[in-house]
């Protein structure tokens, strides 16, 4: 009876699998073609015109790749850093006001973007952090999601291997880099592709902090591509987004089998 209902799911997985490759196999395809054929509806490559992607390349669109990139990269590693040692702090040391400080971090969730944006804008421009990489990364580091997973996870780390640490003459911040952090990957490994993940899709921040063509980031240049004219060539807006989706492909590809094992082993309990 078990090996019949696995062989159901088996089924019903591989369908909604099928379904959900589906878009992304007719983006490719619409990437392939010319602007007439681009809406044709046929599952088979009936055309293999790479021109689109010259175009989308002679375009400059690669450097609001390069600018994706960057941010994304920049602002998961200085994040990774900063929500790791806020979250060992949380769970490790003892100061007044601990518990108050993470249940007002906490409540920083609730609050959703378009409610401080405008604030946020105004302290970044007053700063004079506005049209630079610097305006584009700083805002976004901060996240209370990543030091509350931090939290969780080092309330459940073996106390035994800091204690030997300190019997050894490690300082609290040499334990934490030399031996805390490193163990940390089950959970570092999902933040960090989460991290990049919602950084890479940013769109409404980075159209509002900048306003230079060669800060946009992969979302805007998108945007722009569209544009408001009465024609969009959608051929090269395909092209355009398989290359913008790569990265993250190839991100998923190269870590799932880290994503999966760091979602069972760094569960909240």
């Not at 021109?51 to 590693?77: D, H, K, M």
């Not at 610097?134 to 999601?145: D, E, K, M, T």
């Not at 490690?170 to 999902?190: E, H």
């Amino acid at each position: 009876m078990q090996s019949y209902n696995n062989r159901w799911i088996t089924i019903f997985a591989l369908v909604l699998g099928i379904i959900m490759v589906i878009p992304i196999y007719m983006m490719v395809l619409g990437s392939l073609r010319s602007a007439e054929h681009v809406f044709d509806i046929t599952l088979l490559p009936t055309q293999f015109q790479l021109s689109n992607y010259q175009e989308v390349v002679a375009s400059g669109f690669l450097r609001s790749v390069g600018n994706s990139l960057f941010i994304s990269a920049a602002v998961t590693v200085i994040a990774m850093l900063f929500h790791a040692m806020s979250g060992y702090a949380l769970a490790r040391l003892n100061f007044p006001g601990r518990k108050y400080i993470f249940a007002w971090m906490l409540s920083t969730l609730m609050i959703p973007l378009a409610v401080i944006m405008i604030p946020l804008f105004m302290i970044t421009k007053n700063l004079g952090m506005a049209n630079s990489y610097v305006g584009l990364i700083v805002p976004s580091i901060f996240n209370a999601y990543g030091v509350f997973l931090f939290r969780q996870f080092y309330l459940n780390f073996p106390k035994e291997l800091e204690e030997a640490a300190y019997m050894e003459g490690s300082s609290i911040a040499g334990t934490f880099f030399r031996i805390v952090l490193p163990l940390s990957k089950s959970v570092i490994i999902p933040l960090t592709v989460g991290f990049f993940l919602a950084n890479w899709n940013a769109y409404l921040w980075p159209l509002i902090i900048n306003q230079k063509e060669q800060l946009w980031v992969v979302q805007v240049a998108l945007a722009n591509a569209i544009g408001g004219g009465y024609t969009i060539p959608w051929n090269f807006v395909l092209a355009a987004s398989v290359i913008a989706a790569l990265p993250t492909m190839l991100l998923f590809f190269l870590l799932q089998r880290q994503i999966v094992d760091g979602i069972k082993m760094s569960g909240i309990k």
